[in-house]
């Protein structure tokens, strides 16, 4: 892996975060869970064509969960997120990967390139809702291989005004209204920062832990009854 460090100063990152993916055996059992251990409401998301995945989506504003499984195992077995899913399931992982949001996805791509990252290619994706529509997006990986690492990767989504995943109708009993921090444990905790501060700035939208491997280690969102943590232990 490249030193990310050593990015141009010109370098225009996204800035906000946009989901975290939950991988789950079963759907409506990993949505039944979620919502009677921490109280949020999951919904129909749809089948990803060509991926062998399936998702359902927790809104929370313009940002999501995203409870994610294996609809098709031969496809999945082919696909470069299926092939993260199949592990992190194998290995009871309650999280398998994070998302940036960016409005200009090569832009990024060309000045990470320059800067020299070692990027896989930009990879298109979609898939259509219950009530038909077409969602489009596009995502860039920074590293390509299917072991959990501390690093976000990067979307930009092609959808009218008000179909972000995050903005769909959802009744969450704990009253969640936002995703306030991503904490990810890391091996190298002070270079891991470092990745993340040129990704998003110093912002308290992330937090580095040091842990004996990489990966998300639990979210914190915002409620009307204070902080709601949902932490890796708490689902499998």
């Known amino acids: 892996m490249p030193d990310f460090t050593q990015s141009p100063r ?10 975290i993916l939950l991988p789950v055996a079963d759907l409506e059992e990993g949505a039944r869970t979620l919502r009677e251990r921490h109280g949020l409401q999951a919904i129909p ?33 082919a696909s470069r997120l299926g092939r993260r899913i199949i592990p992190a399931l194998d290995d009871g992982r309650m999280f398998v990967a994070w998302a940036l949001r960016t409005r200009n996805l090569d832009a990024m ?48 989504w092609d959808v009218p005004d008000g ?14 209204t936002a995703l306030r921090r991503v904490v990810v444990g890391a091996r190298d905790p002070a270079h891991v920062h470092d990745q993340l501060r040129l990704l998003l700035g110093d912002s308290d939208l992330y937090e580095v832990r040091a842990a004996a491997s990489d990966g998300i280690e639990e979210l914190v969102l915002d409620s009307p009854h204070g902080e709601l943590v949902v932490r890796a232990p708490d689902v499998h």
């Open 45 to 77: 998301g749809g089948r990803h064509p060509k991926v062998g995945t399936a998702n359902m989506i927790v809104p929370l504003g313009r940002q999501y969960l995203e409870l994610i499984a294996i609809a098709d195992p031969q496809e999945a077995a």
């Open 10 to 19: 010109n370098l225009d990152p996204p800035t906000v975060v946009d989901h």
């Open 163 to 176: 179909l972000h995943p995050g903005e769909a109708a959802a009744p969450h009993p704990s009253g969640a």
């Open 109 to 156: 791509r060309g000045k990470l390139l320059a800067a020299g990252w070692n990027l896989a290619p930009i990879v298109e994706g979609s898939r259509r809702r219950p009530d038909g529509q077409v969602l489009h997006w596009r995502t860039q990986d920074v590293e390509a291989g299917a072991e959990p690492i501390a690093l976000p990767f990067v979307i930009e």
